[in-house]
């Protein structure tokens, strides 16, 4: 690849990570998060923190939480699923613990990069002022469209 292609290619990459990485930072949280259901009474032990239904709210349903809707009122008559119950006799399904514990790894990584990336790019004198204007866009950007 010609030099002056790869130089247009880090400064795109560049650009495009740090608008993103505000965002990119919030769903490697929230995604941990979720993965151990913290953001539901089950998952949680109680009722959980409002930050974290918060960001759980963001990163599932694209804004923030709402009110949860009344259930309606059965009829009477109507007749009643039965739950069904689980076979004991079935196949023994293999643990997700370790796949958690990857994702929630994975999440942890994702975060420590992206930090390490807007730290390397704040270092670069003769673009500091870009990467700040992107850093804030990045974060402005989706606040803004949170509330459209």
């Known amino acids: 690849m010609r030099p002056n292609t790869l130089r247009l290619l880090r400064r795109y990459h560049h650009y495009l990570g740090l608008f993103f990485a505000p965002m990119i930072l919030l769903f490697a949280i929230s995604g941990a998060l979720q993965t151990f259901r913290l953001q ?14 918060w ?9 923030p939480p709402r009110e949860p809707r009344a259930e309606k009122p ?36 994702l975060a420590i990069s992206t930090i390490m990336g807007i730290v390397i790019a704040l270092a670069n004198r003769s673009m500091r002022r870009v990467s700040i204007v992107l850093l804030v866009l990045g974060t402005v950007a989706p606040v803004v469209l949170l509330w459209v």
């Open 40 to 53: 539901e009474a089950k998952g949680y032990g109680g009722p959980p923190p409002n930050w974290i239904v």
């Open 55 to 63: 960001l759980a709210s963001v990163h599932k349903d694209q804004g």
């Open 74 to 109: 059965k009829v009477a008559g109507e007749a009643v699923k039965p739950r069904v119950e689980a076979r004991a006799s079935g196949p023994k399904r293999p643990s997700p613990l370790p796949l958690k514990i990857f994702v929630v790894l994975l999440s942890i990584a």
